[in-house]
């Protein structure tokens, strides 16, 4: 259904090391970095099929965080959810709603954490337990 995600950055080297470290966790290797015929900068991440993506706007307004989305990264245990949590983390981002772990609710037990990226996307690591 989708072919890419991409945010918004107000400081592209900062957000590009933040992703760099917490996609490791995940198996992906370094952002790709690509420059805009505008000289925007963007980076992009493949993975497993998937690709996630940075960018400073094109429209050289700020970057903002969009109230109610989020971005959900696919986890393949509990322990992988816990270290992309610890890693955006101690790359600077912020942990939100409860600790990671499972939650149980009508779509199963989930393994889940979140987490607020360096320009306040909402980051969701999941791991479908049962």
């Excluded at 945010?7 to 917490?22: H, I, M, P, S």
């Excluded at 050289?60 to 109610?68: H, I, L, R, V």
């Excluded at 954490?113 to 306040?120: A, C, K, Q």
Aim: negative net charge; hydrophobic residues 40%; glycine residues 14%.
């Amino acid at each position: 259904m989708f072919s890419h995600i991409m945010v918004g950055t107000n400081d592209f080297d900062r957000a590009k090391a933040f992703y760099d470290t917490v996609l490791a966790t995940l198996g992906a290797g370094p952002g790709m970095i690509n420059v805009a015929a505008t000289g925007h900068k963007r980076a992009f991440w493949m993975h497993n099929g998937g690709m996630f993506s940075i960018s400073e706007p094109i429209n050289d307004q700020p970057a903002t965080a969009s109230n109610g989305s989020t971005v959900g990264f696919a986890c393949d245990s509990l322990e992988q959810v816990q270290a992309f949590h610890d890693a955006a983390v101690a790359a600077g981002g912020k942990s939100i709603e409860d600790p990671p772990g499972p939650r149980t609710g009508s779509m199963g037990t989930l393994n889940l954490g979140y987490v607020l990226d360096l320009d306040g996307h909402k980051l969701c690591m999941l791991h479908r337990a049962g």
